[in-house]
C-alpha cells in the first residue's frame, strides 16, 4: 500500500513563499500523476498543481506563474514551491497520487486514489 506524507506548512504573510513536499513510500509506479489540492471549510477540494512522470505539468489558473510543482524521483518526493503568497490561498494542502497514469496531468480530485493527511498553509494579510 502506497503512502503520502506532506510536510512544510505554515504561516506566512502575504507575498511570502512556502515550499511543501510530499514523499511516497511503498510500492510505486513507472507511470503516475501526483497532484496538490487544497481545501477550505465549507468548500470542496480544489486542484493546484499536478505532474505526470514524464514531468508534464499542469497548474489551476490561479496559482500559475506563482507555484511550481517538481519532483526527484530518485526519492520519490513531489515539491511544490508556493511564492508570491495571498490570502487567499490559505487552506488545508493535500497531496494525491493516480498510478498507472498516462493521461494529461489531472486537477480532477474523483481520479485520484492515494490522499496524504494534509498540511495547513496560512496566509495573513
Known amino acids: 500500500q502506497v503512502q503520502l506524507q506532506e510536510s512544510g506548512g505554515g504561516s506566512v504573510q502575504s507575498g511570502g513563499s512556502l515550499t511543501l513536499s510530499c514523499t511516497a513510500s511503498?510500492?510505486?509506479?513507472?507511470?503516475?500523476?501526483m497532484a496538490w489540492f487544497r481545501q477550505v471549510p465549507g468548500k470542496e477540494r480544489e486542484g493546484v498543481a499536478a505532474i505526470r512522470s514524464d514531468g508534464t505539468t499542469n497548474y489551476a489558473s490561479s496559482v500559475k506563474g506563482r507555484f511550481t510543482i517538481s519532483q526527484d524521483n530518485a526519492k520519490n518526493t513531489v515539491t511544490l514551491q508556493m511564492n508570491s503568497l495571498k490570502p487567499e490561498d490559505t487552506a488545508m494542502y493535500y497531496c494525491?497520487?493516480?498510478?498507472?497514469?498516462?493521461?494529461?496531468?489531472?486537477?480532477?480530485?474523483?481520479?485520484?486514489?492515494?490522499w496524504g493527511q494534509g498540511t495547513q498553509v496560512t496566509v495573513s494579510s
Open positions: 494525491a497520487a493516480l498510478w498507472g497514469y498516462i493521461g494529461y496531468p489531472s486537477l480532477h480530485r474523483y481520479e485520484y486514489t492515494d
Open positions: 511503498g510500492y510505486t509506479y513507472d507511470n503516475y500523476c
